[in-house]
């Protein structure tokens, strides 16, 4: 299975785009709805709010009023902090459990407008960002949500910045213009990324081609994406890593080398290292051979973006004697 997190600031065009991977037959699990749900009328959820800011936030129905809610919290973080200690848990509980019955080579996309904020990206093979300008998203809500301009900048600042969502993407896709041209840039990624790389983690496999052994120019953002794929090492393999660190020569500012990210993961003992094969392969990094020092190499099952790490144990393995 093919693990994707979609978000982008408010009015940027999340569901334009969960629309066509819906479309497309990913299976899309919305954040949104979801926090909907686990505060429906009825739920423990519900309760907890009502506990927590009273009961002059419901409406006549016995429903949340979220409007009102969403006013209190966007402008108090400390308010906003409560609500989302209630809320969140629920949601990523409603969401693997969705996650849990989608097939093994399914893509699984899940909308979440505060996947940044909430520091979830290491848990997805890939991070989709939705980016358009400040201006254009402050139109967008006053258009659209009839919101006052100063309500809607206040939204915006309570979520993390441009730069901040920019770090954890993968993928940047702009929406500030002709929603069709978004669109096409979201098919090219599903047809010529994504479903190449959801084949090959259900195949077990690494991306086709050769890891290309051309020098390129140094490049300013492989330091960052090395960071992203060493956070998702370190998620998947746990408490196994002693250590995941970026090695070789796309580690070394300024100096030209071929475009292949290269990790290096410590595992404790010869044991650990057979116990991490399996959460690496299913992290995006199947099995390749061995090293000739006795460790593991992978090689990443992700057409995009070309990455080895290599799992070295620390001592060797115990053998029982008698």
Partial sequence: MLSLGLTGGIAAGKSLLSTRFRELGAVVIDADQLAREVVAPGTPGLAQVVAQFGQ?????????????????????????????????????????????????????????????????????????????SAETRVARMMATRGMSREDAQARMDAQAS?????????????????????????????????????????????AAGPLTPQNVPADPRWPVQAARLAARVKTAVGELAVSVDHIGATSVPGQPAPDVLELQVQVRTAEDLLAAMAPLAAAGFPLSGRTSGGGSLHVSADPGRAATVTALAQAPAQHSTG
């Fill in 162 to 206: 441009d730069a901040e969502r920019a770090a954890a993407a993968d993928v940047v896709i702009a929406n500030d213009g002709d929603p069709q041209q978004a669109i096409a840039a979201l098919d090219a990624l599903w047809h010529g990324r994504l479903l190449p790389f959801a084949a090959n983690l259900a195949d077990g496999q690494p």
């Fill in 56 to 132: 002059n936030f419901l409406l006549p129905d016995g429903s949340l009023d979220r409007l009102k809610l969403g006013s209190l919290v966007f402008a108090d973080p400390s308010q906003r902090q409560a609500l989302n200690a209630i809320i969140h848990p629920r949601v990523r509980a409603a969401a693997q459990s969705m996650k849990d019955q989608a097939g093994p080579g399914a893509i699984v996309v899940q909308d979440i407008p505060l996947l940044v904020e909430t520091g979830q990206g290491a848990a997805f093979h890939l991070v989709v960002v939705v980016q358009a």
